[in-house]
């Protein structure tokens, strides 16, 4: 795999040292289908030519951010927000589904969310990224592990979402999840190389527009943007598409494979990344970016990760081609 500089969700299953005795594979769900038409509260965008990728000396070459590039898609429809624990929540009890995290038992939580009960329970670390905890029992819908929940929080985005339950859910309400040239379009808002969804100014007039992390990280967050971790999924302003919080709050499954070098020669017309790899693509930073480490709430900035990895700070959102 190429290499790269760990960002605030490098987390992943395959880095977590653990021996795991099942094999995730078909979740047993039912396959009934949301009920509403695909494109209900979703924001049509008519695609066509725009400037992908950075050569901001802020960027990270290795994750291959640049070159520029003329990138040109078709028209589709994206959703506003990142899908929340509501919306999730509906999705598993229409269907019965179970997440990878609930079958391996344990995901990836933040070592300051971690309650004293839990974290007394901890036995691994991630090395390279020791303030993701392995916690037994955290999912979706016990985001902290055992005697947490979501009550408070059904407005936040869905975590603790793997690439193969975030593509469950689409499959579920008509839709799929966005190419990473789709997400790039969208969550620029119609800017041409603007380093963030607004502009060029992280804070403009000092007001904050993003859920990212303040303070020394990983151990002092001052939380000054008003979130320590996740956000609602409408918290600040959209970009100029109407988009909400394509920066920060949570990373977003892509359906591309990544790559570090793929789209350097690659198509330019409605770019799907590699045919094959071993880790998808992610976009939008998190909660936890923060510009003296993983400054990648950036709009062209790129993570990754194994489709069956989970964390605290990934989910997604989704789009729709009447084509399909």
Same mark, same amino acid.
């Given at each position: ?23 995730v594979?078909?979740s047993?769900?039912?396959?009934? /289908? ?14 066509g030519?725009f ?11 290795? =994750?291959?951010? +640049?070159?520029?590039? !003329? ?5 589709f ?6 899908v929340?624990?509501? =919306?999730?929540?509906q999705?598993?009890d ?5 997440t990878?995290?609930?079958k391996? #038992?344990?995901?990836f939580?933040?070592?300051?969310? &971690? ?6 329970? &901890?036995?691994?670390?991630?090395q390279?990224?020791?303030w993701?905890?392995?916690?037994? +029992? !955290?999912?979706?819908k ?6 947490? #929940?979501?009550?408070?929080r059904? =407005? ?5 979402v793997?690439w193969?339950?975030? !593509?469950?859910?689409?499959a579920?309400a ?9 997400w790039e379009?969208?969550? /620029?808002? +119609? ?10 100014l ?32 409408r !918290? ?11 920066s920060?709050n &949570? ?10 070098t ?17 880790? /998808? ?16 709430y950036? &709009?062209a ?6 489709? =069956?990895?989970?964390?605290?700070n990934?989910g997604f /959102? ?7």
């Amino acid at each position: 795999m190429e290499n790269m500089k760990p960002s605030c969700c490098a987390a992943g299953r395959g880095s977590s040292n653990v021996q795991l005795e099942m094999k995730v594979s078909d979740s047993g769900h039912k396959q009934e /289908r949301r009920n509403a038409a695909p494109e209900e509260g979703m924001i049509f965008l008519p695609g066509g030519e725009f400037l992908m990728g950075t050569d901001d000396q802020e960027g990270f070459p290795d =994750d291959g951010e +640049g070159p520029v590039r !003329a990138v040109t898609i078709d028209p589709f429809y994206i959703d506003p927000c990142a899908v929340s624990n509501a =919306d999730f929540k509906q999705f598993v009890d229409a269907t019965g589904y179970v997440t990878e995290a609930e079958k391996y #038992g344990w995901s990836f939580v933040f070592h300051l969310f &971690v309650p004293p009960d839990n974290a007394a329970k &901890v036995t691994q670390v991630v090395q390279q990224t020791p303030w993701w905890w392995n916690v037994e +029992g !955290a999912s979706w819908k016990h985001p902290e592990g055992p005697g947490t #929940g979501i009550e408070e929080r059904m =407005d936040h985005p869905v975590v603790h979402v793997s690439w193969n339950d975030a !593509a469950a859910y689409c499959a579920w309400a008509g839709k799929r999840l966005p190419t990473e040239a789709e997400w790039e379009y969208a969550a /620029r808002g +119609g800017l041409v190389q603007k380093r963030y969804p607004w502009g060029d100014l992280l804070k403009p007039d000092g007001e904050h527009r993003c859920n990212i992390w303040q303070g020394k990280f990983p151990d002092k967050n001052n939380a000054s943007d008003g979130y320590a971790g996740t956000a609602p999924v409408r !918290a600040f302003p959209p970009n100029e598409f109407g988009l909400y919080n394509v920066s920060g709050n &949570v990373w977003e499954w892509c359906s591309d494979w990544f790559s570090a070098t793929y789209h350097v020669h690659g198509p330019r017309v409605n770019p799907q990344g590699p045919p094959e790899g071993q880790a /998808r693509v992610l976009r939008g930073g998190s909660y936890l970016c923060h510009k003296s480490y993983c400054n990648r709430y950036r &709009v062209a900035a790129r993570s990754r990760n194994t489709p =069956d990895s989970s964390t605290g700070n990934i989910g997604f /959102r989704c789009v729709y081609s009447k084509k399909e």
